[in-house]
């Protein structure tokens, strides 16, 4: 579709030059032009101490699987966990859903948590709050001294900017470890380059 309206594509690992801002090096190929859209998205982060695996899944791997697991413990009760609570459980999936903060979906107020819960609840899906993991091990999750075992274990406790920090600082764009800053047009410090989408955080 990008050909057919004559969008030049290059498959590499692009690197912007340091000196020529709007320059970027794809495969030993200069390509020049006006501006430059950092597009690059994010990735799952999991719990500190912890690595995703076989049975510690993460948002990407869980809808790899090829089969469906029989039970799931989802960490993490904001958007993205309810969201695929939701999802197994009507699909026949037996779910937990372990959320540290006092409530579910815990950037919204309180009523809204506390009503999602309700329903969860009566839709038979295990919902803990005020609920920190202690440890995992194996398919088991400890929380508050309570074992919940699973087939799988999905953490949704958010996601971080996919950037390359020394390339960032090489350039000299600015960024936090929240992602790369941008103003209300999404335009980063270096008035050429342009960032959007998860990569800065918004």
Same mark, same amino acid.
């Given at each position: 579709?990008?050909?057919?309206?004559?969008?030049?594509?290059?498959?590499?690992?692009?690197?912007?030059?340091?000196?020529?801002?709007?320059?970027?090096?794809?495969?030993?190929?200069?390509?020049?032009?006006?501006?430059?859209?950092?597009?690059?998205?994010?990735?799952?982060?999991?719990?500190?101490?912890?690595?995703?695996?076989?049975?510690?899944?993460?948002?990407?791997?869980?809808?790899?699987?090829?089969?469906?697991?029989?039970?799931?413990?989802?960490?993490?009760?904001?958007?993205?966990?309810?969201?695929?609570?939701?999802?197994? #459980?009507?699909?026949?999936?037996?779910? !937990?859903?372990?959320?540290?903060? @006092?409530?579910? $979906?815990?950037?919204? /107020?309180?009523? +809204?948590?506390?009503?999602?819960?309700?329903?969860?609840?009566?839709?038979?899906?295990?919902?803990?709050?005020?609920?920190?993991?202690?440890?995992?091990?194996?398919?088991?999750?400890?929380?508050?001294?309570?074992?919940?075992?699973?087939?799988?274990?999905?953490?949704?406790?958010?996601?971080?900017?996919?950037?390359?920090?020394?390339?960032?600082? #090489?350039?000299?764009?600015?960024?936090? !470890?929240?992602?790369?800053?941008? @103003?209300?047009? $999404?335009?980063?410090? /270096?008035?050429? +380059?342009?960032?959007?989408?998860?990569?800065?955080?918004?």
């Amino acid at each position: 579709m990008l050909s057919s309206v004559g969008v030049n594509s290059v498959e590499g690992e692009a690197h912007i030059d340091s000196q020529m801002k709007n320059k970027v090096v794809v495969n030993g190929q200069d390509i020049e032009s006006k501006n430059i859209v950092l597009a690059t998205g994010s990735y799952p982060a999991c719990l500190p101490g912890y690595e995703f695996g076989e049975n510690i899944l993460s948002t990407t791997s869980l809808l790899e699987l090829e089969d469906m697991p029989e039970s799931l413990t989802i960490i993490g009760g904001g958007y993205s966990g309810c969201e695929l609570a939701s999802i197994y #459980n009507s699909l026949g999936c037996r779910v !937990s859903l372990i959320e540290a903060k @006092d409530h579910l $979906m815990p950037f919204q /107020i309180e009523e +809204i948590g506390n009503a999602v819960k309700k329903y969860m609840i009566l839709d038979g899906i295990n919902v803990l709050t005020k609920a920190r993991v202690d440890k995992i091990s194996d398919t088991t999750v400890f929380v508050n001294g309570e074992a919940v075992v699973a087939e799988k274990i999905l953490v949704c406790t958010g996601r971080r900017p996919n950037i390359d920090t020394r390339e960032l600082n #090489n350039i000299g764009l600015k960024f936090t !470890s929240e992602g790369i800053i941008v @103003d209300e047009k $999404m335009r980063t410090n /270096i008035d050429c +380059i342009y960032a959007i989408g998860d990569v800065t955080g918004l």
